[in-house]
């Protein structure tokens, strides 16, 4: 079966484009204006992942966006927006959302970070896509269930997380990038590798995604008196280590 899309998109040039173009990529897709539509579409029949506009009339993506993660839903959600700030990226993160597109975006963007979002949430394949084509995140050590380094420790299977005695709230992505640094703890990864292993695809030297998950990450991990774990190395990526 192909894998179901619920699109909430006010813009109906847009809107109309877009759902001719996901449904001739082999996608399912059910197609409305606004917020309230999403809601009850959503709740009526689950898609298998969403793809919400952050600006429509009355409720909007983000609060689309809220509702579903304040009821449980873990559904995959790409955000499409045309606000372009660190700040308006890291709302919808707040507010739950896997990722985002900043329009104008190209259409093969758009179905790539859809085979990702899909890819990782392990629920159906993406349109096209054999599991045997789909490449892991990150490799499995053995039978140990914890993973360890600079004082944190991970549990993939209950995908649960914690730097001491607290334990982190995080999103998929964030917990997936997490788990890649700590299986590389004191190797310096670089940003075309983290992409690779965490979108399945890289999006170019111009894209503030992996930056933003970056910063968003760091702000869980940080405490007070605390070292730094997760350090910058200008013009090549991110390492993991405690200082």
Known sequence: MPPTL????????????????????????????????????AHKSPPDVLVLDVMMPGIDGLQV????????????????????ETADRIAGLDAGADDYVVKPFDVEEVFARLRA??????????????????????????????LEAAGLRMDPQARRAWRGEKELELTR???????????????VLDHSTIYDRIWGYDFGPGSKNLAVYVGYLRRKLDQPGASQLIHTVRGVGYVLRED
Do not use: K
Not at 24 to 37: C, I, K
Not at 68 to 80: H, K, S, V
Not at 119 to 143: C, H, K, L
Not at 173 to 187: H, P, S, W
């Open 117 to 146: 979002l899909l890819r990782r949430s392990g629920t159906v394949s993406a349109p096209g896509v054999s599991e045997a084509a789909t490449p892991a995140v990150a490799p499995r050590q053995g039978s140990e269930r914890y």
């Open 173 to 187: 992505t964030e917990f997936e990038l997490l788990e890649l640094m700590v299986r590389n703890a004191g190797i």
């Open 65 to 84: 966006c809220r509702v579903l993660r304040a009821e449980g839903d873990r559904t995959p959600i790409l955000m499409l927006t045309a606000l372009v």
């Open 6 to 41: 619920l699109l909430a998109e006010d813009d109906r040039a847009i809107r109309h484009a877009l759902e001719r173009a996901l449904a001739l990529e082999g996608y399912q897709v059910t197609a409305v204006a606004d917020g309230v539509e999403a809601l009850a579409h």
